[in-house]
């Protein structure tokens, strides 16, 4: 694993490292090439610097008693956040640093796996800051990412794509899918858009009236 990511153009997604499950190292390898900036969450550290990688922002309530001094002197120059507050995840206290700085965008790893309890509060909270930053979740198997307007990509025939609603979901339309929706509700624990697919080669359009929506692109 490359130790410094090279690109300083905050233009780019900056990288937020979670403490679920960890994705292959090609992945993070990829991401960590084009990131300004690296925010790794308290619990994770220790897992981050044994990879060998620069950290730029350590986050955290440090509520397990995070030696700091231990941390500097794997990793210095570092900034240190302390985010105490107890009513946010340190998911969202890095999501919303990253918006305080000015960031344009974020791709999120790690976030997934692991405790059940985290990966819902993760995949599901992001909805919050649709419009404040762009947020991609990506573990080996997804790119998770919210619906912001319409949503229009191009797809290979039968990739998979998933329309999970967080919440309820109202007036959702769709082109270029297998199972079309046409001014639909989708509410979430009744009736999803799980394990669609793009019908052919070509366009995918997205959009929704009211509500959360997240797009996920899965892969077995």
């Known amino acids: ?16 490292i979670a403490n679920g499950e960890a994705c292959q190292y090609e992945l993070l390898g990829q991401l960590l090439e084009w990131s300004p900036i690296v925010v790794v969450l308290d619990s994770a550290v220790w897992r981050v ?5 620069n950290i730029d922002v350590l986050l955290g309530d440090f509520d397990r008693g995070l030696d700091v001094d231990a941390v500097r002197a794997r990793q210095y120059p570092l900034e240190i956040i302390h985010a105490p507050d107890q009513n ?25 796996g692991r405790r059940a309890d985290h990966s819902i509060t993760n995949m599901t909270s992001i909805v919050r800051y649709k419009d404040r ?11 998770i990412f919210p619906l912001v307007g319409r949503f229009e990509k191009w797809y290979e025939a039968h990739t998979p794509l998933s329309l999970i609603p967080v919440g ?6 769709t082109t270029g899918l297998t199972y079309n929706l046409h ?24 959009r929704a009236e009211t509500g959360d929506l997240l797009i996920m692109e899965c892969q077995d």
């Open 88 to 112: 946010k995840t340190d998911l969202e206290k890095g999501i919303e640093y990253l918006i305080e700085r000015g960031i344009p965008a974020v791709n999120i790893v790690w976030a997934t």
């Open 133 to 143: 930053i762009r947020i991609v979740v990506l573990d080996d198997y997804s790119k």
């Open 168 to 173: 309820t979901v109202t007036g959702i339309e």
């Open 49 to 53: 610097l044994d990879l060998g990688i």
């Open 183 to 206: 001014y639909e509700t989708l509410t979430l624990g009744y009736r999803t858009g799980s394990s669609n697919e793009a019908a052919q080669d070509g366009f995918v359009s997205i």
């Open 1 to 16: 694993m490359s130790s410094h990511h090279i690109v300083r153009d905050e233009q780019e997604p900056a990288l937020l």
